[in-house]
């Protein structure tokens, strides 16, 4: 018989606050992270804004020590997991250290890090490099650092599936809980801004504000012209429901079911994308053993991209059929823009917020229907309404899918 997967901690830094509470809090008042980049020179862009952590001190969470080895994605997943333990009343020790595991996505964490590195071996010599950077190098280093430091002997994973990337962590995570290969897993994701990243996407004009108009995320908006580009890390702290029930420990809601599908027909689009979508939340909905009717709230990835928001609203409307226009459906992205590999972490962690408290986070900076995008996007204002089950849904432009369900737990 499977395991029951249940959350017990959420540890978030992001453009909108630290610490679970604060972050929930900014979400249901609509507050929204975007502010001029300080981590680098945007002088030669016609974007200049970002939602940046202005506020991210290391040292508070981590020390002093080993602090220089860790690049920016590796501080803010340690910092985010130290959050997370904490809020769980989790303590790793020598005892369930061996059946604690780690499952990260993250997809462009490593950039900076490889460029510089880079650059240092091609100007100075590889001779010249310094070791110690090479660790960052590796796209596995945040989630690898998270077990060295607290101490975690179970597996380790990181997972590169882009926007859906944490989702599909948390999934994994499920899976070796549920298959008793762990009674406890951090999951998550974690991306930092960085000007690769900034450069790669505004060049390609991804980036709102590239074709000189004022930069705005307004998910679902008819305005919309492209993402705001963020960070963020997330780690939501899983268990067998058995394991944390004897430990005593906060129960948050239940993951009751996920699915994921890739789609060959994907493109950057989204214009022939869809039917990896509707396979992953079908295959969320069997594994939960519920119902349509049973969803109440639905936590769209819609990033202010013409393509995927229209995809997301088609998607909904064709397995939904009429019931459709009275779910809500809202982005949290509208608020704390694209962090990609960390955003179905952090969407997750809005859906629990919401089980919690009875409150929807809103879809903000909605003024102008798409005709094509014609459901409750809850608009610029948070709504009191009673969740016991939220669907949480992902999808790359290249092809993955991602679905996660999630309930009150009883």
């Known amino acids: 018989m499977k395991r029951t997967v249940v959350i017990t901690g959420i540890g978030i830094i992001s453009p909108i606050g630290t610490g679970k509470n ?12 975007f502010s001029p980049i300080t981590l680098f020179d945007t002088s030669q862009h016609h974007v200049h804004v970002a939602g940046e952590i202005h506020d991210f001190d290391p040292v ?10 860790l690049d920016r994605s590796t501080r803010l997943l340690n910092a985010a997991a130290k959050l997370a333990l904490e809020d769980s009343n989790l303590e790793i020790t020598d005892d369930n250290a061996p059946s604690a595991g780690v499952s990260i996505g993250t997809t462009f964490g490593s950039l900076h890090s490889i460029f510089q590195f880079d650059r240092a071996g091609l100007i100075e010599g590889p001779r010249f490099v310094n070791p110690s950077h090479f660790p960052n190098t590796v796209i596995n280093s945040p989630a690898s650092r998270v077990s060295i ?10 997972i590169s599936t882009g926007f859906c990337a944490s989702l599909d962590a948390v999934s994994y995570a499920s899976d070796f809980i549920r298959l008793n290969r762990a009674d406890i897993v951090l999951s998550g994701g974690v991306e930092e801004l960085c000007e690769e990243t900034f450069i790669g996407f505004a060049k390609l004009g991804y980036i709102s504000g590239s074709d000189n108009s004022e930069p705005c995320c307004c998910p679902f908006d008819n305005r919309r012209n492209g993402i705001i580009l963020s960070e963020g890390a997330g780690i939501i702290v ?3 429901e058995d394991h944390a029930v004897k430990r005593g420990a906060p129960i948050l809601a239940k993951i009751a079911g996920y699915g994921n599908a890739f789609d060959p027909s994907g493109d950057s689009g989204f214009n022939s994308a869809g039917q990896g979508l509707k396979k992953a939340i079908a295959y969320a909905l069997r594994e939960s053993s519920l119902s349509l009717h049973d969803i109440q709230y639905i936590s769209a990835s819609a ?15 064709d397995i939904f059929g009429e019931r459709a226009f009275s779910i809500p459906v809202s982005s949290i992205k509208s608020m704390v823009g ?6 179905g ?29 014609d459901l409750d996007y809850v608009p610029n204002i948070a709504r009191n309404q009673p969740v016991d089950t939220a669907l949480v849904i992902a999808s790359d432009p290249y092809g993955n899918n991602s679905a996660i369900i999630v309930e009150k737990y009883e």
């Open 22 to 33: 604060i972050f929930w809090d900014a979400l249901f008042h609509g507050r929204t992270g």
């Open 60 to 69: 508070r969470f981590l020390g002093k020590k080993g602090l220089r080895e």
């Open 149 to 158: 430091r607290y101490k975690m002997k179970g597996f380790n994973t990181t």
């Open 238 to 240: 899983l268990e067998d």
């Open 303 to 317: 990033n202010s991209t013409r393509g995927l928001d229209r995809m997301e609203t088609r998607v909904i409307r």
């Open 338 to 343: 694209e962090t990609f590999s960390a955003s």
């Open 345 to 373: 972490a952090l969407a997750l962690a809005a859906a629990v917020g919401t089980i919690q408290h009875g409150i929807i986070p809103p879809t903000v900076n909605y003024r102008e229907k798409d005709p094509s995008c």
